[in-house]
Structures are given as structure tokens and as C-alpha cells.
């Protein structure tokens, strides 16, 4: 009887590892095949353009503060002189005071436009670290290989990689078959409520429908991906929404001597535990099933067998990706005097909804986790619901695709879903498809540039940004 059931056991083990070998052996890798391509020739004469782009400080500092105009006019003035060609060959039309739409009217009007983006705002200097830069943060220095300053990377980078381009292009003879639009918006940093989305509404008005957008968000990732030695460069077909809810309770507070069993603070501290606790759940949802395929053939033995069998590993894969809404408090206040039990404690959490779920379905896992009706619920951010998932299977996406190939012939393409938000998320009613790249590289070590201290950008990667767009026209234009 024993042995039987050894026998069934030892059986039953061999079925799984043949699935697992099996689905392992035969996961195949969804790279397309393109000849790789010299690209085109970009001088030292470009960082000049790239560094007085930087120069000019275009900040957004917040919603109640007005952009600067001065500074916003001169931005838009420095770009009408360094390029003439698309001065005088492109339309321009300036939305909402600063935000700037240019047009490349195609050959065919029969064939959708492209719309390619940027934004020209930056996010101010945090005033207390203005001493830790290596090289003041708006004096555009070029150094060590790289542009130093604030925007270098987030997001001149794309936006003078955008023009120097298209200048070159015209210069070159070219014209494009389909129109294509740049759109450089002017309030990215504080949602882009008062660009994008008015560039976006100004292009429906238009009847605009184009046949794909590309904006910031993508990356080229170097030895940041565990197991994979081959660069993976991103292409982000969503981007998770966005909501912070203030949790508020009050109380008849009282005297430090003869404290209640339920202190204010007390009761609120353990709503926020309860929420870290229980998190919301992992799941498998597009656009993180592509990213998978897309990922999994390209990972040594180990890890490929754990991403072709997400029957067994579903769980590992799903932390690894972070597929959930994902919950951060952010805030919390209560409390004025020692002595004093007080009467209202508040704290803020942050979530970044997965496709999938709402703002609405957090507030009811909030609810249901904190079981405590005393303490109450509002919405404490501009609320941005998960983006649409744009296709993969899609001519937008191969020719993106096939542009990094060729240029990056070593890359792995894999399509993917980002955290944070874009401009792009106001283009979808405009665009077919949304996607979210720029040969931007990350490597160990540059996660907090963007936004960061000393953010800078080799000048390398900025000549990258003019032949992947240089190169990503012509690919979109038969
Ligand atoms: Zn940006």
C-alpha cells in the first residue's frame, strides 16, 4: 500500500517537472528579426542646443503658482531661433499660453498622423539640497561626458532629441507622408491639466485620430532586470492610476492623565497598520501577461522555467512586477501639546491603481480593511484612473519596435505597464494607441535622477535621442 502511493507520489512529481520542462523548452521568444542600421552621424555641435535648453528654467512649481511667463516665452523663442527650418516649414500653434503644438502636414492625407511628445516643464530645485549639485542646476554645463542640470534627462532630453530630428529631416530633403504632430506641453509635472490635456482637446476639435502617440516613460534598462544580461528596453503601453485619500478622525480628546481606551492617534495608527497588512491583491492582468511573454524566453534556464509556468509561480512572478495597487502613506498628522490627547489625527495614503481596478474599488478596500466608521474617507489628490492598455499586436508598436532593433540590436523589447504618470494619459482620446518611449538609460544607481539631485544625462544617450527619432519617422512614414 505504502509503495503505491510512493509510486503515485514519485508519479505525480515526474508529470510536473515534464509540464514544467515542457512549457519551459517550448516558451519562444517574441523578438522580431531586423537588420541593424547605422545610425546617423550626430556632432558635439548638438549639446550646445541640448545645454541652453536647460538654461532656461521652466518650472513648475505648483497648481496655485502661475507659470512663469518670462521664462516659458523664452523657452518658446530659444526653439523658433535654433530651428529655423522647422520655423518655417511646420505650424505652430501656441495653446493655452505656453504649451506648443507643431504641425508636418503629410504628402498623403489619406494616412493617420503620428503624434510625437514632450513637455518643456521641469520640477523645481528642492532648496535645501541647492548645495549638493556638482554644477548649479540650470547652468547646463557640459562635463565628464554628460549635460548636468535640471530637465537634462526629465525631459529636454526627448523634447531638443524631438526637434534636432526634424530639423535635420527637413534639412535632409525629407517629407513625411503622414502629418505628424510634436506636442510639447507646458504643466506635465502637475498633472498637464493645462497643456496636454488642452492640446489633446484642441487636436479632437480638429478630428484628429492618429495612429499612434509616443511620449516619455520608457526606458532602456542596463543590468537592472535580475538575470537578464542583455539591455531590455520598455516600451510602456499603460500606466497605473493615481489616488491619494486623506483618512480623518475625531474624537472628544481630553487630558494626558486620564487618557481613553481608544486614543485618537491610536485608532488611526492602526487603520494605517491594517492597510499596510493587507494589501490589495496581485494580479495577473494585461498589460503585465505581455510583459511576460515578452520577458520570459529572453531569461537564463532557472527563470525561464519560472515565467513559462505561471500556473505554479503565479504569485513570485506577481511580486516580482508589482502587481497590485500598490499602498503608501504618505502623511500623518495629529497632535499639538504633550499633554493633550488630541482630537483629530489625519493621514494621506497613496495608491497607484492597477488596470483593472478604480478609485472607487480602493475607497471600498479601504473600508473594508479599516472596519472602523469613525474614521472617514476623502479624496485628497487629483484622481487618475488606470490608462487603457494600448496594443501590442499594432503598426504604432512594431514601428517602435522595429526603430529600437535596429538601433539596438542587442536590446530585448518588452512592452510594459509604469507606475507613474504621463502626459500621454490625456492623448487617449485622440490616439489609437499610446505608448510611452525614449531611449532613456537606466543602470544601476540612476534611479533617482529624474527628479533628483544632480539629475545629468550622458551626452551620448541626448545624440540617441536624435537618431531614434531621426530614425522612428522614417519607419512610420512607407
Ligand atoms: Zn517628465
Same mark, same amino acid.
Given at each position: ?246 483618512? @480623518?478622525?475625531? /474624537? ?10 481608544? !486614543?485618537? #492617534?491610536?485608532?488611526? +495608527? &492602526? %487603520? ?51 502587481? @497590485?495597487?500598490? /499602498? ?10 504633550? !499633554?493633550? #490627547?488630541?482630537?483629530? +489625527? &489625519? %493621514? ?54 522595429? /526603430? ?75
Amino acid at each position: 500500500m505504502i509503495k503505491k502511493v510512493l509510486l503515485a507520489i514519485l508519479g505525480l512529481v515526474a508529470l510536473v517537472v515534464v509540464v514544467l520542462l515542457f512549457n519551459t523548452l517550448t516558451s519562444t521568444s517574441k523578438q522580431i528579426k531586423v537588420d541593424p542600421i547605422t545610425p546617423i552621424a550626430v556632432g558635439d555641435e548638438v549639446l550646445n542646443n541640448f545645454s541652453k535648453a536647460v538654461q532656461i528654467p521652466t518650472i513648475s512649481y505648483n497648481l496655485e503658482t502661475d507659470p512663469d511667463s518670462a521664462v516659458f516665452i523664452a523657452f518658446r523663442n530659444f526653439l523658433q531661433e535654433t530651428y529655423p527650418l522647422i520655423d518655417s516649414v511646420l505650424d505652430r500653434k501656441i495653446i493655452n499660453r505656453y504649451s506648443l503644438l507643431y504641425t508636418w502636414h503629410g504628402t498623403d492625407s489619406k494616412l493617420k498622423p503620428i503624434i510625437l511628445m514632450s513637455h518643456q516643464d521641469v520640477v523645481p530645485i528642492d532648496e535645501p539640497t541647492k548645495d549638493k549639485w556638482q554644477e548649479p542646476p540650470f547652468s547646463g554645463t557640459i562635463k565628464d561626458g554628460a549635460l548636468w542640470g535640471r530637465g537634462s534627462m526629465d525631459d529636454k532630453s526627448s523634447l531638443i532629441g524631438i526637434m534636432e530630428a526634424v530639423e535635420r529631416l527637413i534639412a535632409e530633403g525629407y517629407k513625411p507622408s503622414r502629418t505628424i504632430y510634436l506636442a510639447f506641453g507646458h504643466d506635465e509635472e502637475l498633472g498637464g491639466h493645462d497643456g496636454a490635456l488642452e492640446i489633446s482637446k484642441y487636436l479632437a476639435s480638429q478630428n484628429v485620430q492618429a495612429l499612434f502617440t509616443i511620449d516619455e516613460g520608457g526606458f532602456i534598462v542596463d543590468g537592472l532586470v535580475p538575470g537578464l544580461s542583455k539591455p531590455m528596453a520598455m516600451v510602456n503601453v499603460a500606466e497605473k492610476g493615481f489616488v491619494s485619500y486623506e483618512l @480623518r478622525i475625531e /474624537t472628544g480628546g481630553g487630558h494626558s492623565s486620564n487618557p481613553p481606551a481608544k !486614543n485618537t #492617534i491610536g485608532m488611526l +495608527a &492602526k %487603520a494605517i497598520y491594517d492597510l499596510e497588512q493587507n494589501q490589495l491583491d496581485l494580479k495577473m492582468v494585461s498589460p503585465l501577461d505581455q510583459q511576460i511573454a515578452y520577458l520570459g524566453p529572453e531569461m537564463p534556464f532557472g527563470m525561464k522555467l519560472v515565467f513559462s509556468n505561471p500556473w505554479l509561480f503565479k504569485n513570485l512572478i506577481l511580486e516580482g512586477f508589482t502587481a @497590485r495597487t500598490t /499602498t503608501a502613506p504618505t502623511i500623518f498628522n495629529s497632535g499639538i501639546k504633550d !499633554n493633550v #490627547i488630541p482630537t483629530v +489625527a &489625519k %493621514a494621506t495614503v497613496n495608491f497607484r491603481i492597477l488596470p483593472g481596478e478604480t478609485s472607487e474599488t480602493v475607497k471600498q478596500h479601504i473600508i473594508d480593511v479599516i472596519k472602523n466608521d469613525q474614521i472617514t474617507i476623502k479624496v485628497a489628490s487629483d484622481v487618475n484612473e488606470p490608462s487603457p492598455v494600448s496594443e501590442v499586436d499594432a503598426d504604432g508598436f512594431r514601428m517602435i519596435e522595429k /526603430t529600437i532593433k535596429q538601433l539596438y540590436p542587442e536590446a530585448v523589447v518588452v512592452p510594459g505597464l509604469i507606475g507613474g504618470g504621463t502626459d500621454s494619459k490625456h492623448f487617449y482620446s485622440i490616439s489609437d494607441n499610446v505608448y510611452r518611449f525614449y531611449p532613456m538609460h537606466y543602470a544601476k544607481g540612476d534611479e533617482g535622477l529624474a527628479h533628483g539631485i544632480n539629475e545629468h544625462m550622458k551626452t551620448d544617450y541626448l545624440k540617441e535621442c536624435v537618431q531614434f527619432v531621426h530614425q522612428l519617422i522614417k519607419n512610420a512614414n512607407p
